[in-house]
Structure formats: structure tokens, C-alpha cells
């Protein structure tokens, strides 16, 4: 069973409910009962290096059934947003195949060169020197900046590795230029799409993530309960805790069973 009430869950994904390809302990067994409670489940994910159908598949795979559509990550949400603001634009895109996939999936040109009106930033393991000056050019041409997310880091079996905040960072430095839209946690943008997916409206819906900055900053500033799990980044000492005061901290999703 499920000690807390509330009728939609936003689960974060990376240190919340797995670590690299480790599915945490209580992951399924809460997911499952949640659902054979006809509680309302989604999971919301800044990272934008898979699509939503490999999440869904990872998720699967682990121990978690879920479809594409149960997941909203960062890249979906960018793709979306920028479709509003100028649809079909020619983009150049700091991120990895997936990222660039969705990008074209919306209409977009996905360009190799400097000769477009938006550079997309995103989490990208392979950032090099030559991206980072094609997008010093586009910038100088005239190209505004959009990025996915803000995490500095990303949390991974063992460890964390450098995440999307290194590669604004560095384009910002370069450029003199500061990005227009972060669209991923804590922002409202993937908020709204997220609570959409999820029928639920914020009142009555619970965020759960392992990050202060990102999970429950965005849960506080709209209205969602908040949990936040000590199974990722977000050590039990980080001051933050006290400041933000999440409604719930446990150390894993594990104990949000009760017997």
C-alpha cells in the first residue's frame, strides 16, 4: 500500500527511481500499487538523451511498464515550445541524436552550420570545440539561444557525470549571450505539458525527484506536493532541504510503502 493520498505522481527518473541500469529498491512495488489504486502516474525527465519510446522501454525492461506517452522529458518539451515561437526555424542543436530527432520530428531544420535562427543546447556527451564555435557563429549571425535544462550534473550508478549546465556555460561565455528559455524542471514550461499528460491538476498531484533545485523548487513554486528522495544527488545535509522544506523526505521511494 501507498501511505500518502494524492491522486497524480511525477516521478523523476534518474536517481529516483533508477541509477544507471539499476532499478532502485521499491520502484515497481510503488509504481504498481499507485496504479492498482487508480492513482494517475507519469514520469518527467530533464534529460534529453533518448526518446520518450527508449524511457518507456527502459522502464519496461527494468521492472516498470510504461508507453511513450507516460513520459515527458526536456527534449519533447523544447521541441514543443519552440514550435510556438517559430515553427520550422533552422536550428542548430548542441545534443546528441535523440535530441536531434526530435527536433526534426516537429518540423524543424537541423542544420550542421552556423546559418540558423535558433542554437538548441541540450546535455550532450559529445560536446566539442567545433560545436561550440559553430555556435559562437550562428550567435554572431544572428541566432538566439533555448536550452533543455539547468542541471549542473547528472546523477549515474557510481557517481554523476557533467550535464547540460556545462554546455550553457560554455556557449554563454563565448557568445556574451544568455539563453532565452530553460524548459525543462523547474520550469513552468514542462510543468504545464507534464500536468496535462497526467489529467491531474497541481492540487492534487505530488512531484517526487532527487533534486532540490530542479524537483522541488518547481513543485513549491506551483502548488505540487513535494518529495524528495536522498537515493540521487541531493545529500540528507544539504541545507537547501531546511530552506526549501520539501513536504516529505524520505530515503527512497522504498519508503513511501507501508506493509
Not at 26 to 40: M, T
Not at 48 to 62: F, G, N
Not at 141 to 160: F, H, K, S, Y
Request: proline share 6%; charged share 25%; glycine share 8%.
Amino acid at each position: 500500500m501507498v501511505r500518502l493520498p494524492y491522486r497524480g505522481w511525477l516521478f523523476d527518473l534518474d536517481g529516483t527511481l533508477y541509477l544507471g541500469e539499476r532499478l532502485l529498491p521499491g520502484a515497481a512495488e510503488l509504481v504498481g500499487a499507485l496504479r492498482r489504486d487508480g492513482r494517475r502516474v507519469a514520469f518527467l525527465s530533464n534529460k534529453p538523451l533518448e526518446t520518450r519510446a527508449d524511457y518507456a522501454r527502459k522502464l519496461t525492461r527494468l521492472g516498470v511498464p510504461a508507453e511513450a506517452d507516460d513520459v515527458i522529458n526536456s527534449s519533447l518539451v523544447l521541441a514543443r515550445h519552440l514550435r510556438s515561437l517559430d515553427p520550422g526555424a533552422p536550428v542548430f542543436v548542441i545534443g546528441e541524436p535523440p535530441m536531434q530527432e526530435e527536433m526534426r520530428a516537429h518540423g524543424f531544420e537541423v542544420r550542421d552550420d552556423a546559418r540558423v535562427r535558433w542554437v538548441v543546447i541540450a546535455f550532450d556527451r559529445t560536446f566539442t570545440y567545433g560545436k561550440l564555435n559553430t555556435a559562437l557563429q550562428a550567435v554572431r549571425g544572428g541566432a538566439r539561444l533555448i536550452a533543455t535544462n539547468p542541471d549542473r550534473t547528472c546523477p549515474v550508478d557510481g557517481g554523476e557525470i557533467p550535464d547540460c549546465a556545462g554546455m550553457i556555460a560554455a556557449v554563454e561565455a563565448v557568445t556574451d549571450r544568455r539563453v532565452e528559455a530553460i524548459v525543462g524542471k523547474p520550469s513552468p514550461i514542462i510543468l504545464e505539458v507534464a500536468l496535462a499528460a497526467l489529467g491531474v491538476p497541481a492540487a492534487e498531484t505530488v512531484i517526487v525527484g532527487d533534486r532540490i533545485e530542479t524537483d522541488v523548487a518547481m513543485g513549491k513554486r506551483s502548488g505540487l506536493a513535494t518529495i524528495l528522495v536522498l537515493s540521487g544527488v541531493t545529500r540528507a545535509d544539504d541545507p537547501r532541504i531546511a530552506s526549501l522544506a520539501p513536504d516529505h523526505v524520505v530515503r527512497s521511494v522504498a519508503d513511501l510503502l507501508t506493509s
